[in-house]
């Protein structure tokens, strides 16, 4: 048969989720398969998932996440192929620093000071977040012993196992789960040492000791004490990142590039199948069926793709449904600056469990990126939640609105009520990487990649951060695409024959 009689079909693909996976995942499928008709499926009003920004009153306010590492290229490139490279902004310059709370008082995390990593001795031993024996301990890390299986490929332990083995317990307490707490909202005697932070394991293989580490490093850069690495104070903050008018600048763009019609708002799927020729079909909640599709991108939480690919493959689904999930809620709120007696002489603070307070961590968002409230006003997030104190979500909105207040009054000398008020709740949202997660998620993989036209993506795999979660989309869109181009590949060859 000649190659002009092959089936020239547009391809259809199906991407479950309206979040920044979903979105990044049609948008690189329409590029490398311009011809095909890719179809997105949200099952709320909105898209962007916890990329929310709302303005008003000449506020700019993030009820999700704010901001991303430019460690990894894959957002920042984005933005400059969507046309958002002038939106780029870095945190402010002045106060690139995180503060903890301990006994009702706000101290700066020692200078140098990384998740836990002690670049600068010196300064965490001037520190009043520890005591004075604690700060011994903290001096003994470079000669802690390690496990005899520390150097197996698929050796793993809790964060608080390896912070206790080689920063000794007062440090995890009162500086490492605060500062993991604002990342992962993660219990760490249960987060994965190996997935979340494999650059620690990795020092204490290859140097025995953090301390000895971060001294080759310094020996690499030349001993230069302006290392940023060594300023810096909890985190990187000099390479995080944000859109000029909010996150949601992002999401719209990558929207605009889909025809509105392919779009399906408020339409949560009910059923996935797998049916004759390997052709996906799906069934929405109203009763509406879509396909066939050739592929389908599951970019959907853990626990909600189980439920769709139970019936596809049990064990897949049973695998997906042992990654559990943690919840959330943001408390934003507006004062005038001089309602506030603190000098927000930082990016914000946290607050470790040993402390018995109600709330995570507080973000000054007016002072971490310019441009979000006008110059009298200070817009501060408090949250609440996480995988340690689940039961706060749950409490009604004026109960959280009072605790975020109270907390703020005694910590901050706040006066007064706030000028604006907003709650957002995030049920569900963070997957929490448990002891053995890259092996789970090896083996998700795996089962997932017997299934043919079957991608999975999003924040439940390999990394919770936007440019983990954009990267993980455009993987998923690639193998499509390349399972596409190998199937038409084949059927020139067979028609050609």
């Not at 962007?48 to 506020?59: A, F």
């Amino acid at each position: 048969m000649p190659a002009s009689q092959i089936p020239n079909d547009p391809p259809r693909f199906a991407i479950l989720g309206g979040g920044i996976t979903g979105l990044v995942a049609a948008h690189r499928l329409t590029k490398r398969v311009p011809h095909a008709r890719v179809e997105l499926f949200e099952a709320s009003d909105r898209l962007g998932g916890v990329l929310d920004t709302r303005c008003l009153d000449g506020l700019l306010l993030e009820r999700g996440a704010d901001s991303f590492l430019t460690k990894l290229s894959s957002v920042t490139d984005l933005c400059q192929e969507l046309g958002l490279g002038d939106e780029l902004i870095p945190t402010n310059e002045q106060y690139r620093r995180a503060l903890v709370l301990r006994a009702g008082r706000l101290y700066a995390v020692p200078e140098g000071f990384l998740l836990m990593r002690p670049q600068r001795l010196a300064t965490v031993l001037r520190s009043p977040l520890l005591s004075w024996r604690g700060k011994l301990r903290l001096c003994l890390e470079p000669w802690m012993g390690h496990p005899e299986n520390l150097h197996q490929a698929n050796y793993d332990e809790s964060v608080a196992s390896f912070a206790i083995r080689r920063l000794g317990r007062e440090t995890l307490e009162r500086l490492v789960q605060p500062l993991l707490a604002g990342i992962y909202t993660a219990d760490p005697y249960q987060l994965s040492l190996a997935a979340t932070m494999p650059e620690a394991l990795e020092a204490e293989r290859k140097h025995g000791s953090l301390r000895r580490a971060a001294c080759r490093a310094l020996q690499r850069n030349g001993g230069r004490a302006g290392d940023s690495d060594a300023q810096a104070s909890g985190a990187r903050y000099s390479s995080f990142v944000t859109l000029r008018n909010g996150l949601a600048s992002l999401i719209h763009a990558l929207a605009d590039h889909l025809p509105a019609a392919n779009i399906h708002l408020n339409c949560r799927i009910e059923s996935l199948v797998r049916g004759e020729g390997d052709q996906w079909r799906i069934t929405a909640a109203n009763g509406s069926t879509h396909g066939p599709f050739q592929a389908v991108v599951v970019a959907l939480p853990a626990p909600r793709a189980a439920q769709l690919l139970e019936g596809v493959d049990p064990s897949l689904g049973d695998l997906l449904g042992r990654i559990p999930y943690a919840s959330s809620a943001v408390v934003s709120m507006v004062f005038l600056r001089d309602q506030i007696a603190h000098p927000l002489d930082g990016f914000g603070f946290v607050v470790p469990t040993v402390e018995k307070r109600p709330i995570v961590a507080a973000s000054f968002s007016s002072v971490k990126f310019p441009g979000r409230a006008p110059d009298d006003q200070v817009l501060v997030r408090v949250f609440l939640g996480g995988a340690l104190q689940p039961e706060m979500v749950d409490l009604a909105d004026s109960k959280l609105q009072e605790i975020a207040l109270t907390e703020l009054r005694q910590v901050l000398g706040l006066r007064g009520d706030p000028r604006l008020i907003d709650l957002a709740r995030w049920r569900q949202k963070m997957p929490q990487y448990h002891v053995g997660h890259l092996q789970l998620v090896d083996a998700i993989q795996r089962l997932a990649d017997q299934q043919p036209g079957l991608a999975l993506a999003g924040n439940a795999y390999r990394g919770v951060g936007i440019p983990q979660c954009v990267q993980s989309g455009e993987a998923a869109a690639k193998k499509l695409a390349l399972l596409w181009e190998s199937g038409q590949r084949s059927a020139r060859k067979h028609f050609s024959d």
